[in-house]
């Protein structure tokens, strides 16, 4: 079957770094997406990854590595604004996104 | 700034009544889709079209239905709302489904939050 694992809840401080991981089994792959969602908001696109490598937007990355089956995110410099639902999503043979449950990411000062 | 409209961010229904959740796009996108977002669950798609008049069943479309007589509006209808339908339901929309990165990015709705009693 298509599965998405990533943990429920993170916990960071402001300022400092934390990573999300995803890892992720799909029939076929055409990219993976991470979103951010804050709480009873819409989910909003962060990136995109299709290709092995690091991926880097500001204070935010993406990496990926197909062959693990692996990504992960990375924040910097974290601000409180960064609490949020991080959704990891991948893209099937058939176009079809697979969505992880959400990684709740609550950042302390 | 381009948006995906919810006509209802909050409604609650009755066991058996009919529930239309309304969801329209101002980006020219082709494609729709209607997902539910329950705790603990990846997003979870009921239905998408990828043009006017279209439709395809999702992963779990049964109990509900769709209708896109225009581009911009896709519409969810739950033909007898149950009580495991309570839900925050999310539409999204996006221009094209092939592997170009940038088309099909998704853009969503705020969300409507349906309880059924």
């Known amino acids: 079957g298509q599965n998405i694992d990533q943990p429920t809840e993170m916990t960071a401080t402001e300022g400092a770094i934390v990573q999300i991981n995803c890892t992720y089994q799909t029939s076929g792959f055409n990219g993976l997406f991470w979103y951010q969602q804050h709480a009873g908001e819409a989910p909003t696109f962060l990136s995109y990854n299709v290709l092995d490598g690091l991926e880097e937007k500001g204070r935010f990355s993406s990496f990926l590595s197909r062959s693990k089956g692996y990504s992960y995110l990375l924040l910097k410099e974290l601000q409180m604004k960064d609490s949020a639902s991080y959704l990891c999503?991948?893209?099937?043979?058939?176009?079809?996104?697979?969505w992880g449950a959400g990684t709740k990411l609550i950042i302390k000062p | 700034d381009v948006k995906v409209t919810q006509s209802s961010r909050y409604l609650v229904k009755r066991t058996g009544e009919k529930v239309f959740l309304e969801c329209v796009q101002d980006m020219d996108h082709e494609n729709m889709f209607w997902y539910r977002q329950d705790p603990g669950l990846g997003l979870r798609l009921i239905y998408f079209s990828y043009d006017v008049k279209m439709k395809e069943k999702g992963d779990i479309p049964e109990g509900y239905s769709v209708s896109r007589e225009k581009k911009e509006r896709f519409s969810l209808i739950l033909e007898s709302a149950s009580t495991n339908q309570t839900s925050m339901y999310l539409c999204?929309?996006?221009?094209?489904?092939?592997?170009?990165?940038?088309?099909?990015?998704?853009?969503f709705g705020a969300g409507s939050r349906l309880t059924v009693l």
């Open positions: 999204a929309s996006s221009l094209g489904r092939d592997g170009y990165s940038g088309a099909n990015v998704l853009t």
């Open positions: 999503a991948a893209k099937d043979s058939n176009y079809q996104l697979i």
